[in-house]
């Protein structure tokens, strides 16, 4: 009898624990629903799914999510994964580029799951071109996108996962480059009422992006009204983005 009462009180507990983490979820999800910085974001190109599946169901796969695409789409769903499980994505997107996403996810029985992906974006060279030779310099550049991520999910009951992943995200277009880390965090929940399942997921969760490197050097004469001033060595204004 005691055994049994311990038994139903830690359910209890642990159902009142994801309750409570469920909530908390929804409101951060809430607060931050909507901003979509518009015109100033940067990393555009994690905003492109992958998975033929999840992209068939009009990218609604947060609750859904149980392959390696749920490093991409919410991280609690690796918890599901049952066996070591590779998943490659490759897109021959418009205008010749290309994106690829790989994802890793290995079970550690009761400790959890862990993850790694690798999600890219690339293109083939452009010549570059100025106002003074609109129809190209002769010289080329090349310009790519790149997102390292680690993932950790737990099953915290037979209903509730939950999950987190750490990405570094790196920009780069012929000598100017830019990185910063972010956060995606994510839960599942399974109602058991028809099959229904509840997922949250906040993504690309990070600090802000600058280019920086040569391509911003430039000459500027420091008074245009005075003559005679000599062009000094000048780096264009940069503005930080978020991504």
Known sequence: ??????????????????????CLLLSVTLVFAGNDNTGTSAANFLKIGVSPRALALGGAFVANANDFSSL????????RVKSLEVGVSYTDWILDIQHSFVGVVYPLGSVG??????????MDEMERTTP????GTGAYFSAGD???????ARQ???????????????????????STMAIDAGT???????GMRIGMSISNFGGKMTMRGTDQMTKADIDEVIEGNPMKESRLREYQTHI
Do not use: C
């Open 146 to 152: 790149l997102a390292l991520g680690i993932a950790y």
């Open 1 to 22: 009898m005691t055994e049994k009462y311990q038994q139903f009180g830690g359910n209890k507990m642990n159902k009142k624990v994801s309750y409570i983490l469920l």
């Open 72 to 79: 991409y789409w919410n991280p609690a769903g690796i918890a």
């Open 156 to 178: 915290l009951t037979d209903r509730f996962m939950v999950g987190v992943k750490f990405k570094y995200i790196h920009e780069s277009i012929s000598f100017s480059t830019a």
């Open 132 to 135: 003074g030779e609109p129809h």
């Open 113 to 122: 799951t862990i993850g790694v992906s690798f999600n890219s974006l690339s």
């Open 188 to 194: 599942q929940f399974i109602t058991g009422f028809h």
